[in-house]
């Protein structure tokens, strides 16, 4: 069993910064999947980002990429995602999730179905 919290979300404004933490318990992440999803009022939760924790090799949405980016430290069992030139379109819940194992497809990497285990989510807020 593994347990996700995320901490680091608040309130900013358009252009501004913020650095998401996802903090993994109860095994090691070696050979973990772990992801980034966002979900604002009434929309579907959607893909942000993803690592597949071996490698280190990160994968991200369109929306966001060239602005966030997803990195893991190993010794702490941790993830971060780092957002700069944030925009009000990235306000959101952002959620952590993680899964057993590396992820070889884009539906793999970006359904929320196939993750195992989720965070409590952390509200960004983005001001214009």
């Known amino acids: 069993q593994v347990r996700l919290v995320e901490s680091g979300g608040g309130l900013v404004q358009a252009g501004g910064s913020l650095r998401l933490s996802c903090a993994a318990s109860g095994r090691t992440l070696m050979s973990y999947t772990m992801a980034w999803f966002r979900q604002a009022p009434r929309k579907e939760r959607e893909f942000v980002a993803a690592?597949?924790?071996?490698?280190?090799?990160?994968h991200y949405a369109d929306s966001v990429k060239g602005r966030f980016t997803f990195s893991r430290d190993n010794a702490n069992n941790t993830g971060f995602l780092q957002m700069d030139s944030l925009k009000p379109e990235d306000t959101a819940v952002y959620y952590c999730?993680?899964?057993?194992?590396?992820?070889?497809?884009?539906?793999?990497?970006?359904?929320?179905?196939?993750?195992?285990?989720w965070g409590q989510g952390t509200q960004v807020t983005v001001s214009s």
């Open positions: 999730a993680a899964k057993s194992g590396p992820s070889y497809s884009d539906y793999a990497l970006r359904t929320p179905g196939t993750y195992d285990y």
């Open positions: 690592i597949t924790w071996n490698a280190g090799i990160s």
